[in-house]
Nanobody, 128 residues
Framework: QVQLVESGGGSVQAGDSLRLSCAAS????????MAWFRQPPGKEREFVAA????????YVADSVKGRFTISRDSAKNSAYLQMDSLKPEDTAVYYC?????????????????????WGKGTLVTVSS
């Protein structure tokens, strides 16, 4: 059974940092693009960041550029999202996802609903 399990969410103050982790099991994702999406309360899901299978290429949404960093450790079948300088508008459920498509495709509108595998999400709450 293929699973993506997110962890590391929580409640923090504005300006704090969090590191989300995504642990994959059930298959090897070394050739898959990995991505993070988020869904703020009452809003639609949005793209946050994506990384290609080798870790050489990353895409980051303009809203989090300079504050969030995506990385992966293929040996551990895991991906990470380092979130710094958090803002109240970063409050959302964060989802990890994986797909065999090129990372440039994953970072577009395709990724919002088309990813092969999704985690169940982890809640991040940022208070002012």
């Amino acid at each position: 059974q293929v699973q993506l399990v997110e962890s590391g969410g929580g409640s923090v103050q504005a300006g704090d940092s969090l590191r989300l982790s995504c642990a994959a099991s059930g298959r090897t994702f070394s050739r898959y693009a990995m991505a993070w999406f988020r869904q703020p309360p009452g809003k639609e899901r949005e793209f946050v960041a994506a990384i290609n299978w080798s870790g050489d290429y990353t895409y980051v949404a303009d809203s989090v550029k300079g504050r969030f960093t995506i990385s992966r450790d293929s040996a551990k079948n895991s991906a990470y999202l380092q979130m710094d300088s958090l803002k109240p508008e970063d409050t959302a459920v964060y989802y990890c996802a994986a797909d065999a498509a090129p990372v440039s495709v994953v970072a577009g509108t395709y990724g919002l609903d088309g990813m092969d595998y999704w985690g169940k999400g982890t809640l991040v709450t940022v208070s002012s």
